[in-house]
C-alpha cells in the first residue's frame, strides 16, 4: 500500500507519520508537497499536524485552499482512506470533508501530554484492529482541540456512529469528549491526537499502531487477491 504524507508550510508532524507508515508498518510512503495536482498514484492519503501557514485565520483555514486540496476531496470522493491528524483533522472540517469545527481549549493553553481514549467504533476501516469499547493511550499536543458542532449534526454523528474516538475526560472543552470522527462513508478520519507518536514502546507505548494497520488490513482485504 502506498500512501501520500502531505507537507503543507509549517507542517511539523509529517515525519512522524512518515515514521510510522514506512519504518513500523514497513509500506510505502512519500512526501508530497501542497500545490500537487495529482494524488492518482496513491492508495491512502495522510495530512499531518503541525500548524499550516502559521495558523493564521484560523487553523487550517488557508490550508483548505492548497492546490492539493482538490485531490484530496478526489481521492475521498474515490473512497480511498483519508486520515486527518491535528492539523490535519482542522484542515478536513475546513475544507467540508468532516462536519464541525475544532475551537480554542476551554483553558485557552496548548497542551501537550498522553491522554487516555476510547474506541467508540471498532467497525471501520481505521479501527478494525481494536477492540470495540477499548482504552488506549495516545499523545495530544493542540491549542485548537476543542471539536463543536451544533445539536442537529451531532444527532447526525450519534446515529450514523461517525463518533470513532473519545476521550476520557474533558480537558478541552469538546463537545461530549469527541476526539475523532468519520464522514458518513467511513473512509474520511479526523482526530486530534497523534496515533503517529504511539507506534513503539521506544517512544512511550505502540497503541496508535492498530489504527494504521487497521487501514493496511482494509485496503488488502479489498485488493490483494487471495487466490
Given at each position: 500500500?502506498?500512501?501520500?504524507?502531505?507537507?503543507?508550510?509549517?507542517?511539523?508532524?509529517?515525519?512522524?507519520?512518515?515514521?510510522?507508515?514506512?519504518?513500523?508498518?514497513?509500506?510505502?510512503?512519500?512526501?508530497?508537497?501542497?500545490?500537487?495536482?495529482?494524488?492518482?498514484?496513491?492508495?491512502?492519503?495522510?495530512?499531518?499536524?503541525?500548524?499550516?501557514?502559521?495558523?493564521?485565520?484560523?487553523?487550517?483555514?488557508?490550508?483548505?485552499f492548497?492546490?492539493?486540496?482538490?485531490?484530496?476531496?478526489?481521492?475521498?470522493?474515490?473512497?480511498?482512506p483519508?486520515?486527518?491528524?491535528?492539523?490535519?483533522?482542522?484542515?478536513?472540517?475546513?475544507?467540508?470533508?468532516?462536519?464541525?469545527?475544532?475551537?480554542?481549549?476551554?483553558?485557552?493553553k496548548?497542551?501537550?501530554?498522553?491522554?487516555?481514549?476510547?474506541?467508540?467504533?471498532?467497525?471501520?476501516l481505521?479501527?478494525?484492529?481494536?477492540?470495540?469499547?477499548?482504552?488506549?493511550?495516545?499523545?495530544?499536543?493542540?491549542?485548537?482541540?476543542?471539536?463543536?458542532?451544533?445539536?442537529?449534526?451531532?444527532?447526525?454523528?450519534?446515529?450514523?456512529?461517525?463518533?470513532?474516538?473519545?476521550?476520557?475526560?474533558?480537558f478541552?472543552?469538546?463537545?461530549?469528549?469527541i476526539?475523532?470522527?468519520?464522514?458518513?462513508?467511513?473512509?474520511?478520519?479526523?482526530?486530534?491526537?497523534?496515533?503517529?507518536?504511539?507506534?513503539?514502546?521506544?517512544?512511550?507505548?505502540?497503541?496508535?499502531?492498530?489504527?494504521?494497520?487497521?487501514?493496511?488490513?482494509?485496503?488488502?482485504?479489498?485488493?490483494?487477491?487471495?487466490?
Amino acid at each position: 500500500m502506498k500512501f501520500a504524507v502531505i507537507v503543507f508550510p509549517g507542517s511539523n508532524c509529517d515525519l512522524d507519520m512518515y515514521h510510522a507508515v514506512k519504518d513500523e508498518l514497513g509500506e510505502e510512503a512519500e512526501y508530497v508537497w501542497h500545490d500537487s495536482k495529482d494524488l492518482s498514484s496513491y492508495d491512502g492519503i495522510l495530512l499531518p499536524g503541525g500548524f499550516s501557514y502559521g495558523d493564521y485565520l484560523r487553523c487550517g483555514a488557508i490550508a483548505q485552499f492548497s492546490g492539493v486540496m482538490d485531490e484530496v476531496r478526489k481521492a475521498a470522493e474515490a473512497g480511498k482512506p483519508v486520515l486527518g491528524i491535528c492539523n490535519g483533522f482542522q484542515i478536513l472540517t475546513e475544507a467540508g470533508l468532516l462536519p464541525g469545527v475544532l475551537l480554542r481549549n476551554k483553558n485557552l493553553k496548548f497542551m501537550c501530554r498522553t491522554v487516555g481514549l476510547k474506541v467508540e467504533n471498532n467497525h471501520t476501516l481505521f479501527t478494525n484492529e481494536y477492540e470495540q469499547g477499548q482504552e488506549i493511550q495516545i499523545p495530544i499536543a493542540h491549542g485548537e482541540g476543542n471539536y463543536y458542532c451544533d445539536d442537529e449534526t451531532y444527532k447526525h454523528l450519534k446515529e450514523n456512529n461517525q463518533i470513532v474516538f473519545t476521550y476520557g475526560d474533558d480537558f478541552n472543552g469538546s463537545r461530549n469528549n469527541i476526539a475523532g470522527i468519520i464522514n458518513e462513508r467511513g473512509n474520511v478520519l479526523g482526530m486530534m491526537p497523534h496515533p503517529e507518536r504511539a507506534v513503539s514502546e521506544l517512544i512511550g507505548g505502540k497503541d496508535g499502531l492498530a489504527l494504521f494497520r487497521s487501514i493496511v488490513k482494509q485496503w488488502r482485504e479489498a485488493h490483494v487477491s487471495h487466490a
